[in-house]
């Protein structure tokens, strides 16, 4: 068990290569409308990070052990699907609900962050649609504003658990948060649930991203048979969203920020 403590030059690095992901999110949001594809969107982004960017699309063969190697820039998950979603040729359909999810690499440092949208905008979207990306949000922020250091993994987790479930939604447990920086995916794995004082305490320097995924029904999932896409069992819909952090002398900061991500809806 050994989690990276990143030096000042090392977080500037990951400042860049955060940012950049973030950037590759408010570039592509007016393109999700009725009738593209994830593959498009896909190719948009791919294209973004590539060429304008200077970044190489981290999960593009991509393959943790146990894993074929992942075929696209981007993950792009709709509807009841929960995380991992491969870009395919469906058109999306209006109130369809999105995320997408960036990671890229600049100079060998990750960034890594996602966000949802309604095709065709919010106005397009059931109210069950909105409440559940809403919520989710929430999520994410609650477990962002439980960073600190000396707080423990599980204040993270708690938080995120208490906020879906009292608001009828349920927490995924097969997926979670993790390390990052040199790798993709490194330790500590971040966990959407738990109890506060649980787990390994917080120090400066420690990168990590959180990524709440949250159901409208229950908490199960399952694999689709191309080993990559993961949706929900009862097949309600799923919301997540994601940044990259870093624990800071005095709290947090949040390195995938951008120009058009939502802000933090507590502050
Ligand atoms: N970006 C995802 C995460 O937040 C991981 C995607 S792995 C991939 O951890 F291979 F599917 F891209
Ligand atoms: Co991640
Ligand atoms: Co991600």
Redesign the pocket.
Same mark, same amino acid.
């Given at each position: 068990m050994s989690v990276t403590i990143k030096t000042p030059e090392e977080v500037e690095n990951m400042r860049i290569a955060g940012r950049l992901a973030g950037e590759v999110l408010d570039y592509i949001e007016p393109f999700v409308k009725p009738g593209i594809t994830t593959e498009e969107l896909d190719r948009l982004c791919h294209d973004y990070m590539v060429k304008v960017q200077g970044c190489i699309p981290? %999960?593009l063969n !991509?393959a %943790?052990p146990g !894993?074929a190697p992942?075929p696209k820039s981007i993950?792009a998950s709709v509807n009841h699907q929960v995380?991992?979603g491969v870009p395919n040729d469906r058109p999306l359909k209006k109130g369809d609900i999105v995320n997408l999810?960036i990671?890229t690499i600049k100079d060998g440092w990750h960034g890594?962050t996602?966000r949802m949208f309604v095709t065709g905008g919010t106005t397009a979207g059931s109210i069950l649609a909105n409440r559940l990306i809403r919520i989710t949000h929430e999520c994410l922020w609650l477990g962002i504003n439980a960073v600190r250091p000396g707080a423990s993994l599980g204040d993270i987790g708690a938080a995120i658990q208490r906020h879906a479930e009292t608001n009828g939604f349920s927490v995924v447990r097969e997926f979670c948060g993790?390390g990052i920086g040199r790798k993709?995916?490194e330790e500590p794995q971040v966990l959407h649930y738990g109890r506060r004082g649980d787990g390994i305490r917080l120090e400066p320097g420690m990168v990590f991203?959180i990524?709440p995924m949250i159901n409208a029904g229950k908490a199960a999932v399952s694999e689709l048979p191309d080993g990559?896409t993961i949706v929900t069992k009862d097949r309600s819909l799923s919301a997540q969203w994601?940044h990259t952090v870093c624990v800071t002398a005095s709290g947090v900061e949040v390195l995938t920020l951008s120009a058009g991500a939502p802000p933090n809806p507590f502050k």
């Open positions: 981290a %999960p !991509y %943790p !894993y992942y993950c995380c991992h999810d990671t890594d996602s993790h993709f995916h991203t990524e990559w994601e």
